[in-house]
């Protein structure tokens, strides 16, 4: 079985500019999740998609950031415009459905520096 | 303020013994934790959960043992092996700790 695919895995840009990650779930799973993780920090949770829906963005910085999950299959981040402060280890995960006890396969991750 | 607290950064402890990570939260209404492990340059892997109805759960060499009334858990490997050392998160409700990392010593 596949595991979660994300891409790209290393970005680097310039502070102000555009930056946008894709995520591709585990086949079957309705769950997904975007994580930033900073450095010394655990995952900080994003955005939660219940298919193509959203479940809980509570925590995504919507003036700058956006997130999408077009027939509830694969999923893009953006940034835009990118802060230094937003340089960090971005996650997707994906889980079978989105219950406390399901657990949650994480793809590699993509890390951003933003100069 | 931190739901979900790992208190120590890093932990060494010799090949062969027990690891014991520690996990702390403030909120009674959760009723799942999991634990994660995580290498370099990887996403976190699922390692163990336990549900608030249960005080321990084992799998193998890795034990959770879970205190309601202290709003305390923690994680038990033993014996410790070269390849348990990792970055160890605990979670609930998809938050997570800021982790600790084991370092196993031959």
């Known amino acids: 079985e596949a595991g979660v695919a994300q891409s790209p895995r290393y970005k680097i840009i310039e502070k102000r500019q555009s930056v946008a990650f894709w995520c591709n779930p585990i086949?079957?799973?309705?769950?997904l999740y975007w994580y930033q993780q900073i450095l010394g920090q655990g995952p900080k949770l994003l955005i939660q998609?219940?298919?193509?829906?959203?479940?809980?963005d509570s925590q995504l910085p919507k003036d700058r950031f956006s997130a999408e999950r077009l027939k509830g299959v694969d999923s893009t981040l953006k940034i835009q415009p990118a802060k230094l402060e937003d340089s960090a280890v971005y996650l997707c995960?994906?889980?079978?459905?989105?219950?406390?006890?399901?657990?949650?396969?994480f793809g590699p991750g993509t890390r951003l520096t933003v100069l | 303020d931190q739901q979900v607290k790992q208190n120590s950064p890093s932990l060494s402890v010799q090949e062969g013994r027990i690891s014991i990570l520690n996990c702390d939260y403030t909120?009674?209404?959760?009723?799942?934790f999991l634990w994660y492990k995580k290498y370099p340059a990887e996403g976190p892997t699922f390692l163990i959960s336990?549900?608030?109805?249960?005080d321990k759960n084992e799998d193998g060499r890795f034990t959770v043992f879970l205190n309601k009334s202290a709003k305390h858990l923690s994680l038990h490997i033993v014996p410790s092996q070269p390849g348990d050392s990792a970055v160890y998160f605990c979670?609930?409700?998809?938050?997570f700790g800021k982790g600790t990392r084991l370092h196993i010593l031959p």
């Open positions: 336990i549900s608030s109805i249960k």
């Open positions: 979670a609930a409700e998809g938050i």
């Open positions: 998609f219940q298919n193509n829906g959203v479940v809980d």
């Open positions: 909120n009674s209404m959760f009723d799942y």
């Open positions: 995960a994906s889980s079978l459905i989105g219950q406390s006890y399901n657990e949650q396969f």
């Open positions: 086949s079957g799973h309705a769950t």
